[in-house]
């Protein structure tokens, strides 16, 4: 199996010497540094500012509530101005604050929907896995042999004229209830392999061959 | 190490957000530290939490001083640019991660159709009851797209073939004129 990248290495801690690494590796970090001081805020109510240079001519800043504000009170070392005690302060900061709740949740929503669509894609893989170790026809094509190119070709040929058909049928479907055009044979979207799992098993062909079609109508539909 | 997934709000349980508060700002300094570092470039940062009166701060307070003053000396277009608070940031996160969203579902999708095509041919029966118009219409697709790599892999072969039969029967042609010039 060829992995996509390397995995989690241990990395020594000097300067790195190949420059596009680094600036990846910047690139990542520096977000992964915002987001765990976004969560410090969030978490422990706390107030900060992160300045970092970037290794070309830019500058990043991170603040909360805002980078200036802390910047100054650090540089002047005056104790906080007491804003809260001003109503408009208040209210700018409480709205500000039910915003960031928001932000937050929607966050950890999108994030949950991605970790569950990558385990879905997972699942399809490893499908996609054992059927290949069953059916030749599923293997790369640029290996096989003549007769199971012409075989296989069959087959598709067979396939296409089904799915012309079925296509017609939907477009009558749709000409005559225009709300489905979305709509599948049954649900909206195609789940073969909805959230919670998939329990197929592999199919073992009786005989080693993609089905030769005979598409009599009255078989299929 | 505890590795719980944690609720994004404010911890209410005073102790609790102590400790939560120590962790974290130790971990984010090790981070900081890694990354100027690593990178090879200037860095600070300064907390203030509801514990202490005092700020806590990365590297130590003079080079942070001096951190800073560079950033107040960048031009104001400079500084602005990649400046970001909780709101900005957290929307550019919610919108990176959209992204990736609509990237991995396309993925799956096309997963999905291939494994419909693949099982369909199993089995001899079309796997469709799923699949609305749009779904078909990339089905065929991905039909046609093996088809077309069927026939130049078919192409390939037959001209393989073609090739080697000339070969075979100029040999046999050399072969035989030598015979009869002896």
């Known amino acids: 199996m060829v992995r996509k990248s390397k995995g989690r290495q241990k990395v020594e801690m000097v300067k790195m010497a190949n420059d596009s690494n680094l ?27 992160i300045i970092v240079f970037s290794p070309g001519r830019k500058v990043f800043s991170f603040g909360h509530p805002c980078v200036e504000t802390v910047v100054d009170r650090f540089l002047t070392r005056n104790p906080p101005l007491h804003h809260q005690n001003s109503g408009t302060m208040q209210l ?34 490893r499908v996609q896995r054992a059927s290949q170790g069953n059916c030749w026809w599923e293997s790369p094509i640029e290996k096989m042999e003549m007769s199971h190119c012409e075989q ?3 087959s598709l040929e ?34 073969l392999i909805p959230n919670g799992g998939f329990n197929g098993v592999p199919v073992m062909p009786t005989h080693p061959h993609p089905h030769a079609w ?3 109508y009255g078989r299929f539909f | 190490m505890a590795r719980k997934k944690v609720r994004m709000s404010y911890i209410t349980n005073n102790s609790a957000r102590k400790t939560t508060f120590k962790k974290r700002k130790k971990g984010m300094m090790k981070k900081l530290s890694e990354l100027s570092t ?40 400079e500084k602005s640019q990649k400046m970001l608070n909780q709101e900005s940031f957290l929307r550019g996160m919610i919108s990176k991660t959209n992204e990736q969203l609509k990237k991995v579902r396309k993925q799956n999708h096309e997963k ?36 077309d790599e069927i026939n130049s892999i078919i192409e390939n072969l037959s001209e393989e073939v073609i090739e080697n039969e000339t070969k075979m029967s100029k040999l046999n042609n050399n072969a035989c004129e030598g015979i009869h010039g002896m």
Not at chain 2, 58 to 65: A, C, G, L, T
Request: glycine fraction near 6%; hydrophobic fraction near 35%.
């Open chain 1, 23 to 49: 600036q990846v590796t910047f690139s990542k970090r520096r977000s992964g540094l915002f987001k765990k001081a976004s969560e410090l805020c969030t978490l422990c109510g706390a107030e900060i500012a």
């Open chain 2, 112 to 147: 999905e159709l291939r494994h419909t095509m693949f099982q369909s041919l199993t089995t001899g029966i079309p796997q469709f009851q799923n699949l609305n118009l749009m779904d078909m219409g990339d089905l065929e697709q991905l039909i046609n797209q093996k088809l």
């Open chain 1, 92 to 125: 700018i900061e409480a709205h500000r604050n039910a915003n960031v709740r928001e932000l937050n949740a929607e966050l950890t929503q999108v994030s949950n929907e991605l970790e569950a669509e990558r385990k879905r894609g997972e699942e399809l893989n």
């Open chain 1, 214 to 216: 005979n598409p009599g």
């Open chain 2, 38 to 77: 690593l990178c090879g470039v200037d860095a600070c940062v300064v907390i203030y939490s509801p514990f202490d009166s005092q700020p806590e701060v990365w590297p130590s307070p003079s080079r942070v001083k001096n951190v800073l003053e560079k950033f107040k000396n960048m031009p104001m277009i």
């Open chain 1, 152 to 154: 296989l070709g069959g």
């Open chain 1, 158 to 191: 067979e396939l296409k004229k089904a799915v012309a058909k079925q296509v017609d049928r939907l477009l009558i479907q749709t000409t005559t209830n225009p709300n489905s055009y979305f709509a599948a044979g049954s649900s909206g979207h195609p789940t």
